[in-house]
Each structure stands twice: as C-alpha cells, then as structure tokens.
Nanobody, 121 residues
Framework: QVRLVESGGGLVQGGGSLRLSCAASGIIFSAYAMGWYRQAPGKQRELVAAITRRHGTNYADSVKGRFAISRDNTKNTVYLQMNTLKPEDAAVCYC???????????????WGEGTLVTVSS
C-alpha cells in the first residue's frame, strides 16, 4: 500500500519561506519520479514541480526561480523549498508518485492528505 505523508505547511508572511516534506512508503522510492501539486480554493489541482529518478527537475512558470524540488532517496522523502511566497501560493499542497516521459510528468493516482500553506499579506 502506497502511503504519502506531507508536512511542513503553515502560515507564513508574504515574502517568507517554507519547506515542505513528503515521506513515502510502500514503493521503491528511487524507482519513481515525484511531483508536488497544489490546489487553491475554487481552482483545479495543478502541478508545480516534478523531479525525475535522476534528479532532473521541472517547474510551473508561476514558481520558477522561487521553488526548488529535491529528493533524498536514503530517507524516501521529497522536498519542496518555497521562497518568496506570494498570497497566490496559498493552497493545499500534495505530493505524488509519477513517471517522467520526455518533458511531461505523468501522475499516478497516489496522494497524501496534503499540507496547507497559508500566505498572509
């Protein structure tokens, strides 16, 4: 059974930073790409960052230069460092198991409960 547990969300002032973590179990972690998604109220869930098995990364245009995804295969954990946070970054953030073909991340239907990021103005 795949289990994903996100943590690290919270309330932060605009311009501040947060580091999200996602601990994975039930998979051979190093064999999969991983992604971070977010879902703001009234909006669809969107992919914000993805990382390949070999640590290649891709980002949504809205977060390029501000967010950084990384992984530690010894800890079965994927991270999302979020800097210069903006009010529009407020969302529930989810990590995801996936695969990466060419430049496209393909999500598998495995999700955690998410962690809430709130950004005050």
């Amino acid at each position: 059974q795949v289990r994903l547990v996100e943590s690290g969300g919270g309330l932060v002032q605009g311009g501040g930073s947060l580091r999200l973590s996602c601990a994975a179990s039930g998979i051979i972690f190093s064999a999969y790409a991983m992604g971070w998604y977010r879902q703001a109220p009234g909006k669809q869930r969107e992919l914000v960052a993805a990382i390949t098995r070999r640590h290649g990364t891709n980002y949504a245009d809205s977060v390029k230069g501000r967010f950084a995804i990384s992984r530690d295969n010894t800890k079965n954990t994927v991270y999302l460092q979020m800097n210069t946070l903006k009010p529009e970054d407020a969302a529930v953030c989810y990590c995801n198991v996936g695969s990466y073909y060419s430049t496209t991340y393909h999500a598998m239907d495995y999700w955690g409960e998410g962690t809430l990021v709130t950004v005050s103005s």
